[in-house]
């Protein structure tokens, strides 16, 4: 047998006999509509509590918790756990696995069903108040991206994260500029911090098995925005990146000639003829400042002309 399916081992984690057990017994089938695919291999969620780096009195954010596999191993290393479940049934169920596999663990975790991009910092007052917290989780493929940026705008502490996705979505977020997968989640994360790769994992340790492979993003925030200038500013610089990247064989010129003045390149030191593709978070930023700049001088010089026209009579 092999040692997944054996729980003995692996004090309260949960293997594939287990996995199976709970399903079985809450009437649980994994649905592609969540994009659920639950680990069954203790040593892989280990392996992502151990890159995240979290314990004793360590806040932590987990994303679709499933039947608490990631969650009890986070769990064991003393963290305390708010697991965000969109799955009612799921999320009815985990409060007894956790009771059952670690109840030494139970007051360090609480679970709220609710969909991960409509969760506000109101949901979770535990993480609000918090100094920090990290988001450890193994996420649904299909909205992986989208999750971690609104989060990323929502909770200003929340200051890092280490999340398993399909391993192209890694490869998008921890891209850099002029590389053919650098696209728009890629220039948006350089906007709140630093992140890279943390290794791949198998299609073996899941149920049901995928039939993409997976890896490990680690991620530092390096930056927030602290007030409602600064989100003004990431507004304008994401609404740039969003434009330039629906027409990514076009030229900056091009894809943004209904949004940036011909001028605000100059003024940014930016090449219109560039694409969207090798610009930094930076240079996006440059230019929805100019592009601010250009627009005020645009205004200026429109509305002093009648007072000209009319001071010349």
């Known amino acids: 047998m092999h040692d997944s399916d054996n729980s003995a081992g692996h004090g309260g984690l949960l293997g594939a006999a287990d996995i199976r057990r709970i399903a079985a017994s809450a009437g649980v089938t994994p649905t592609k509509k969540f994009g659920q695919n639950f680990v069954i291999d203790p040593g892989t969620v280990r392996r992502i509590a151990r890159t995240a780096e979290v314990g004793d009195g360590s806040r932590v954010m987990e994303v679709g918790p499933g039947l608490g596999s990631l969650t009890l191993a986070i769990l064991e290393t003393g963290a305390a756990v708010t697991a965000v479940e969109i799955d009612p049934p799921l999320a009815e169920r985990l409060p007894g696995t956790i009771a059952e596999r670690m109840p030494e663990a139970v007051e360090r975790f609480d679970v709220i069903n609710r969909d991960a991009l409509k969760v506000v910092p109101a949901d979770t007052p535990d993480l609000a108040a918090a100094e920090s917290f990290t988001l450890v989780a193994n996420l649904p493929y299909n909205v992986a991206t989208p999750i971690i940026i609104t989060l990323l705008e929502r909770y200003p502490n929340l200051t890092g994260f280490v999340v398993m996705v399909q391993k192209e979505v890694a490869d998008r ?75 990514r064989r076009k030229t900056l010129h091009a894809a943004l000639r209904k949004t940036v003045p011909a001028d605000a390149f100059a003024s940014a030191g930016i090449d219109p003829s560039a694409r969207g593709e090798t610009l930094t978070i930076d240079r996006f930023a440059a230019l929805a400042d100019a592009t601010i700049t250009d627009a005020a001088v645009t205004d200026d010089t429109l509305t002093s002309r009648p007072a000209e026209t009319e001071a010349g009579r």
Not at 192 to 218: M, Y
């Open 173 to 247: 977020l921890t891209a850099g500029p002029g590389s053919k997968i650098y696209g728009t989640p890629s220039v948006k994360l350089q906007w709140f911090g630093t992140a890279e790769k943390a290794g791949t994992i198998g299609r073996n340790v899941f149920w049901p098995a995928p039939n993409v492979d997976s890896a490990l993003v680690r991620f530092t925030r390096t930056h927030t925005d602290r007030t409602e200038a600064d989100e003004d500013r990431r507004r304008r610089t994401f609404a740039l990146v969003d434009a330039a990247f629906a027409q």
